[in-house]
């Protein structure tokens, strides 16, 4: 059984690839299964979607610890200890990453989805680049069950007919530039996991309850982000404007009355560049 | 439509199983993990893809009252809901049993708070289980789809009459998809007879009928009560017709329960729902290192199958009963229900143990399996109690130290100590 876990976030097509690489493996006669990660979905927050595929009927269920293969849409995940995306990649593991500069070392495969999708689709979402480039990776699946799996989910997921064109050349596209690395089948189940014994706990322990209030600064939001704002000091008035919008209060004026971005918690939603009125807010990668 | 093979999640495949069943009427309620069959059906609805009506309503409780009343004038009714939701309109469950209204609800299985929780346990559904519905619990994306049909199959027969609960694990299966065969018009309608109720609510005007009246007679109550038992009963006969049709319509085989390298095994694993497959791959890998261990997979709960379980359990050594619920005071609902079955069987096991995961959707893999296997081993025949066995792993309890630790309640915090000094 091949395992592949894929990490993005939410809006650059994780779970829409992992359907593509699953339907493409079932039109070559393998049996496989794909479920996404479901959490707190929003645009930009981390997710996570899951392939299993197999000669034989697939025996297993749920998220996969022990992955043959980990697919990253988003580089900056890499570092993300709440992430994590290697863990338990196998040791015969392959890492297919949407970054450059391109090139295949070893068992790890760097292709620059975003920068073709954006020339090819008009816009940065990689789920047919980086499933064709899997595919082609994993030697799973001929370049024309990529390409009818790549049509069937992105219609499916009410994709114009345009843009389909443009997803089959970019799918196309990646798929040539990736060697067939051939992973092997795997035998071996997922990692066992140790147990532990759980025991009854005082009231405010075994309550489901929070003490500690006002914690939520805790959780910094600034991993949503999939664009980054930035102030040209040389332009910006302190005109206060983007303070004023930020829906998150994630600008504060320093002592000089001067806006500035705490990036720990900003979610990159651009509002502050929308309301700009001298435009001196660009936008970046996160 | 024809017989066709599409990548379906466990959701799709129930709007499918209705879609098939050529249900007339659809009442809905949105409530995750389950929303996704509800919004397919009303969009098949809308398009006019699916000659049913559609009914959004303002709770469970309400909509299920319509789906027993719609079934009741001779409407063949889908429902769907899920965890709260099952809950909440469980008093019309028990009207719609009692009315004898032979509709199908799938129950899209997740967990009931507090504290709130999304992914699947099955204490909703088992919550539901002394209603009088039947009670068919799905494995795959496949088994949604038969099971609603075989449902309306066994439910809508004369000699039953009654309500059928069809369950699929939340996210675990609802979400996850797999390759699943649509059926073929043709072979659905060979299979599946035109619903017509005997007596319809609304029927002849005539000849008006009302069902149910209130009753302040023991006598009236009780019979009907037995009545309601000796329904369900029946089902199962009617159940292994209805399978051999199906076969023979579909080339799938459904029993009320299926076995799996049981008859050597020394062990045996019970398990239900979408992670009888993680059983299934752990007891061939258990295989291979020679233990002789087997899975039995209960697919009919109500009415719950003693003899079938008892057949398939009686030369075992070892039982291992792996559910995922747990009832507060008691341990696993299924538990004493596989024990009662075998205490009158001639070969009882030495050993029967109770285990409890999967709550919450927490994994279930080998490590667990091994577990299970190491303590009905160890375990003595004459031992007093067998305490329910809780499997929670080592990495889920450093988190829940975490999680304690950020809540200010772990053991010897701050504010724990704050609070609680004396």
Redesign the interface.
């Known amino acids: 059984m091949l395992r592949v876990r894929l990490h993005g976030r939410g809006g650059q097509g994780t779970k829409t690839a992992g359907s593509i690489i699953s339907l493409a493996a079932t039109l070559e006669g393998y049996h496989a299964q794909d479920s996404p990660m479901y959490g707190p979905e929003r645009r930009g927050a981390p997710v996570a979607s899951f392939v299993r595929i197999s000669r034989d009927q697939v025996n297993e269920r749920g998220y996969i610890t022990s992955p043959d293969v980990v697919v990253l849409f988003d580089r900056s995940l890499a570092s993300s200890k709440a992430v994590d995306p290697l863990a338990g990649l196998r040791k015969a593991g392959v890492l297919v990453a949407n970054e450059g500069p391109e090139g295949t070392e070893g068992s790890v495969v760097r292709i620059d989805a975003s920068s073709r999708a954006r020339r090819l689709v008009g816009r940065d979402n990689v789920s047919a680049a980086m499933a064709a480039a899997t595919c082609r990776a994993l030697g799973i699946s001929r370049v024309e069950n990529v390409l009818s799996a790549v049509e069937t989910e992105l219609r499916e997921v009410g994709l114009a007919d345009q843009d389909v064109q443009k997803n089959l050349a970019l799918a196309e596209e990646c798929y040539s530039l990736v060697p067939a690395l051939g992973v092997r089948d795997q035998d071996s189940p997922e990692a066992e996991h140790a147990l532990a014994e759980v025991r009854y706990a005082p009231h405010y322990v075994s309550t489901s309850l929070i003490m500690s209030t006002g914690n939520s600064p805790q959780k910094k939001t600034g991993g949503w982000r999939t664009s980054r704002p930035v102030i040209d000091y040389s332009k910006c008035t302190n005109c206060m404007v983007c303070f004023v919008y930020c829906p998150d209060s994630a600008i504060h004026l320093d002592a000089d009355g001067a806006p500035r971005i705490d990036y720990d918690n900003c979610k990159g939603c651009m509002i502050c560049l929308t309301e700009c009125p001298i435009r001196a807010v660009s936008e970046e990668a996160p | 439509m024809t017989s066709a093979k599409r ?1 379906l999640t466990g959701n799709m495949a129930a709007a499918w199983g209705a879609r098939s069943s050529n249900v007339d009427y659809v009442c809905g309620y949105p409530i995750t ?1 389950q929303s996704e069959i509800v919004e397919t059906l009303a969009g098949w609805v809308d398009r006019g893809e699916m000659r049913a009506k559609f009914t959004n309503f303002d709770s469970e409780h309400s909509m299920l009252a319509a789906a027993g009343a719609a079934s009741l004038t001779g409407a063949r009714t889908f429902t769907a809901t899920a965890s709260q939701g099952l809950i909440y309109g469980l008093e019309m469950l028990y009207a719609i049993a009692g009315w004898r209204a032979p509709i199908v609800l799938v129950n899209v299985s997740r967990g009931v708070g ?2 709130m929780i ?1 992914q699947v346990e099955h204490g909703d559904v088992l919550a539901a289980r002394d209603s009088g519905f039947i009670q068919l619990h799905a494995e795959t994306c496949q088994d949604v789809i038969d099971f609603v049909m075989l449902g309306y199959r066994v439910g809508e027969d004369r000699r039953v009459m009654l309500p059928v609960i069809v369950n699929m694990d939340g ?3 609802s ?5 699943v065969e649509i059926p073929e018009a043709r072979a659905v309608s060979r299979f599946l007879p035109e619903y017509e109720h005997p007596t319809p609510l609304l029927g002849d005007p005539e000849a008006p009928v009302a069902f149910s009246p209130t009753t302040t007679d023991g006598f009236v109550y009780s019979y009907f009560k037995h009545q309601l038992h000796l329904a369900s009963i029946e089902s199962k006969k009617v159940f292994a017709e209805a399978a051999k049709d199906f076969s023979a319509a579909f080339g799938r085989e459904h029993g009320v329960v299926e076995e799996f390298m049981t008859g050597d095994a020394e062990t045996v694993f019970v398990a239900t729902n ?2 009888s ?2 059983v ?3 007891v ?2 258990l295989r291979r290192e020679g233990e002789r261990v087997g899975m039995l997979r209960v697919k009919m709960l109500r009415p719950f199958p003693s003899e079938e379980v008892a057949r398939a359990l009686g030369s075992a050594r070892h039982v291992a009963v792996y559910e995922q619920n747990l009832a507060p005071g008691r341990g696993g609902i299924i538990y004493p229900e596989v024990t009662e079955a075998l205490y009158h069987s001639p070969h009882r096991p030495e050993v029967i143990q109770s285990f409890i995961g999967g709550l919450g ?1 927490t ?6 399996m ?2 299970m296997l190491k303590k009905c081993k160890a375990s003595r025949a004459d031992s007093r109690l067998h305490e329910p066995v ?8 450093d988190r829940l130290a975490e999680a ?1 630790r ?6 010897g ?1 701050a ?2 100590v704050r ?2 000094a004396g």
């Not at chain 2, 809780?390 to 309890?397: A, I, T």
């Open positions: 990548m993990p507090m504290p999304l996210f675990v299966l979400f996850a998809r797999e390759r979408s992670y497959s993680i299934r791959s752990g061939m890998a959707g994994q279930l893999g080998l490590g667990e091994r577990l809780l499997l929670f792993r080592k990495e889920d309890s304690l950020l809540a200010g309640t772990a053991p915090t504010s724990a609070k609680h």
